[in-house]
Nanobody, 124 residues
Framework: QVQLVQSGGGLVQTGGSLTLSCAASGRTLSSYTMGWFRQTPGKEREFVAAINWNGVNTNYAGSVKGRFTISRDNVKNTAYLQMNSLKPEDTAVYYC?????????????????WGQGTQVTVSS
Protein backbone atom coordinates (compact mmCIF):
# COMPACT_ATOMS: atom_id res chain seq x y z
CA GLN A 1 0.00 0.00 0.00
CA VAL A 2 1.28 3.43 -0.97
CA GLN A 3 0.39 6.57 0.94
CA LEU A 4 0.99 9.92 -0.71
CA VAL A 5 1.33 13.00 1.48
CA GLN A 6 1.30 16.38 -0.17
CA SER A 7 2.83 19.63 1.01
CA GLY A 8 3.23 23.10 -0.37
CA GLY A 9 0.51 25.16 -1.94
CA GLY A 10 -1.14 28.25 -0.51
CA LEU A 11 -1.91 31.76 -1.67
CA VAL A 12 0.24 33.57 -4.23
CA GLN A 13 -0.15 36.61 -6.45
CA THR A 14 -0.40 36.45 -10.21
CA GLY A 15 3.02 35.82 -11.68
CA GLY A 16 4.29 34.16 -8.54
CA SER A 17 5.67 30.68 -7.98
CA LEU A 18 4.90 27.71 -5.79
CA THR A 19 6.29 24.22 -5.42
CA LEU A 20 4.18 21.25 -4.48
CA SER A 21 5.69 18.11 -3.02
CA CYS A 22 4.31 14.59 -2.87
CA ALA A 23 6.08 12.19 -0.53
CA ALA A 24 5.36 8.50 -0.54
CA SER A 25 5.43 6.06 2.32
CA GLY A 26 4.78 2.36 2.52
CA ARG A 27 6.48 1.50 -0.73
CA THR A 28 9.08 2.92 -3.04
CA LEU A 29 7.76 5.03 -5.89
CA SER A 30 10.69 4.30 -8.16
CA SER A 31 8.66 2.02 -10.43
CA TYR A 32 5.55 4.21 -10.58
CA THR A 33 4.52 6.90 -13.00
CA MET A 34 3.64 10.02 -11.02
CA GLY A 35 1.02 12.54 -12.02
CA TRP A 36 -0.43 15.83 -10.88
CA PHE A 37 -4.06 16.73 -11.36
CA ARG A 38 -6.22 19.64 -10.28
CA GLN A 39 -9.87 20.25 -9.63
CA THR A 40 -12.11 23.25 -9.14
CA PRO A 41 -15.63 23.15 -7.70
CA GLY A 42 -18.18 21.78 -10.12
CA LYS A 43 -15.58 20.59 -12.60
CA GLU A 44 -13.96 17.25 -13.32
CA ARG A 45 -10.44 16.51 -12.21
CA GLU A 46 -8.03 17.88 -14.83
CA PHE A 47 -4.66 16.46 -15.84
CA VAL A 48 -1.71 18.76 -15.18
CA ALA A 49 1.51 16.81 -15.64
CA ALA A 50 3.03 13.34 -15.43
CA ILE A 51 6.52 11.86 -15.22
CA ASN A 52 7.64 8.32 -15.80
CA TRP A 53 9.60 6.20 -13.36
CA ASN A 54 13.06 7.46 -14.26
CA GLY A 55 12.14 11.01 -15.16
CA VAL A 56 13.01 10.64 -18.83
CA ASN A 57 9.46 11.08 -20.12
CA THR A 58 7.10 13.86 -19.11
CA ASN A 59 3.74 15.09 -20.30
CA TYR A 60 2.05 18.43 -19.62
CA ALA A 61 -1.37 19.88 -20.19
CA GLY A 62 -1.26 22.61 -22.79
CA SER A 63 -2.43 25.19 -20.28
CA VAL A 64 0.64 24.72 -18.07
CA LYS A 65 3.34 23.81 -20.58
CA GLY A 66 6.30 26.14 -20.27
CA ARG A 67 5.22 27.33 -16.81
CA PHE A 68 5.08 24.15 -14.72
CA THR A 69 7.79 21.54 -14.27
CA ILE A 70 7.27 18.06 -12.88
CA SER A 71 10.20 16.23 -11.36
CA ARG A 72 10.97 13.39 -9.01
CA ASP A 73 13.63 12.21 -6.62
CA ASN A 74 13.46 8.44 -6.28
CA VAL A 75 15.98 8.46 -3.44
CA LYS A 76 13.70 10.74 -1.43
CA ASN A 77 10.62 8.93 -2.75
CA THR A 78 9.12 12.30 -3.62
CA ALA A 79 7.61 13.97 -6.65
CA TYR A 80 7.43 17.71 -7.22
CA LEU A 81 5.49 20.24 -9.23
CA GLN A 82 7.24 23.56 -9.70
CA MET A 83 4.70 26.17 -10.77
CA ASN A 84 5.90 29.48 -12.21
CA SER A 85 4.11 32.44 -13.75
CA LEU A 86 0.94 31.47 -11.96
CA LYS A 87 -2.39 32.77 -13.19
CA PRO A 88 -5.76 33.09 -11.44
CA GLU A 89 -7.07 30.26 -13.62
CA ASP A 90 -4.50 27.96 -11.97
CA THR A 91 -6.49 28.24 -8.74
CA ALA A 92 -7.59 24.73 -7.77
CA VAL A 93 -7.05 21.85 -5.42
CA TYR A 94 -4.02 19.98 -6.68
CA TYR A 95 -3.60 16.22 -6.28
CA CYS A 96 -0.62 13.99 -6.83
CA UNK A 97 -1.16 10.41 -7.90
CA UNK A 98 0.78 7.25 -8.64
CA UNK A 99 0.20 4.46 -11.11
CA UNK A 100 2.03 1.29 -12.06
CA UNK A 101 1.21 2.09 -15.68
CA UNK A 102 4.36 3.16 -17.51
CA UNK A 103 2.80 5.73 -19.80
CA UNK A 104 2.77 9.43 -18.99
CA UNK A 105 -0.51 9.55 -20.92
CA UNK A 106 -2.30 7.32 -18.41
CA UNK A 107 -5.78 8.69 -17.68
CA UNK A 108 -6.75 9.73 -14.18
CA UNK A 109 -9.01 6.76 -13.51
CA UNK A 110 -6.07 4.39 -13.93
CA UNK A 111 -4.03 6.01 -11.16
CA UNK A 112 -4.13 3.79 -8.11
CA UNK A 113 -2.98 6.04 -5.30
CA TRP A 114 -3.86 9.65 -4.58
CA GLY A 115 -2.62 12.33 -2.25
CA GLN A 116 -4.93 14.26 0.03
CA GLY A 117 -5.03 17.37 -2.14
CA THR A 118 -3.67 20.83 -1.48
CA GLN A 119 -5.23 24.20 -2.25
CA VAL A 120 -3.47 26.61 -4.59
CA THR A 121 -5.00 30.06 -4.85
CA VAL A 122 -3.68 32.69 -7.24
CA SER A 123 -4.93 36.20 -6.60
CA SER A 124 -5.27 38.74 -9.37
Amino acid sequence: QVQLVQSGGGLVQTGGSLTLSCAASGRTLSSYTMGWFRQTPGKEREFVAAINWNGVNTNYAGSVKGRFTISRDNVKNTAYLQMNSLKPEDTAVYYCAATRRSSVYTPAHEYEYWGQGTQVTVSS
